[in-house]
């Protein structure tokens, strides 16, 4: 029987430095040892990851989100989307006080790709939205808070013909959807 080649799917990992970007990498090759979470350091400048999910070669491209590097980054957008399959955005729900700033990030992504007219597969993750997250005081009001300062924005700045999805997501559980 003839060995059927599938080709490596691309996908970036964009986000704020310590939104969980490495965290999902991780999830991705089920790596379920909690010491490798502990572990982690910040992601410096662009790190690949390469393995296989279900018989499908992957290429996971972690990009550090330090302000140091993000400039560089949206520059060079065009050359990073080169056989992408999926953009996944990744804001930290637990860093309210940074939802500005990584929003800031998110359009100067989506202008770039508008700029170069690059559109694809777009996911943006609510990461963070860890079990009982609501039981905690200071995240009482989250999913309100989420509504009104992340996901209504996201939905402003995204242009209409740019298919996307938003997962609240955590490193605990399944992706939970949310309607778009």
């Excluded at 379920?32 to 979470?37: A, D, G, I």
């Excluded at 013909?161 to 949310?178: A, E, P």
Aim: aromatic residues 12%; proline residues 3%; positive net charge.
């Amino acid at each position: 029987m003839e060995q059927v080649e599938f080709p490596t799917k691309k996908f970036l990992l964009m986000g704020l430095d310590n939104s969980g970007k490495t965290s999902i990498c991780l999830n991705f090759r089920k790596n379920t040892n909690l010491l490798s979470y502990l572990s982690l350091r910040p992601t410096r400048k662009v790190n690949i990851e390469r393995f296989k999910v279900q018989e499908k070669d992957l290429s996971i491209w972690d990009f550090g989100g330090q302000k140091a590097f993000r400039e560089e980054y949206l520059q060079n957008l065009p050359k990073y989307l080169s056989e992408v399959e999926k953009i996944i955005y990744v804001i930290d729900v637990q860093a309210i006080e940074r939802y500005e700033e990584s929003l800031e990030y998110l359009d100067g992504i989506i202008t770039k790709m508008n700029e170069v007219n690059i559109r694809k597969d777009f996911t943006i993750f609510l990461h963070k939205y860890d079990p009982f997250i609501t039981t905690k005081e200071e995240f009482k009001d989250i999913d309100t808070i989420i509504e009104k300062r992340l996901v209504s924005r996201i939905r402003e700045l995204i242009p209409k013909n740019l298919d996307y999805n938003i997962f609240k997501t955590c490193i605990f559980t399944s992706f939970k959807k949310i309607s778009v």
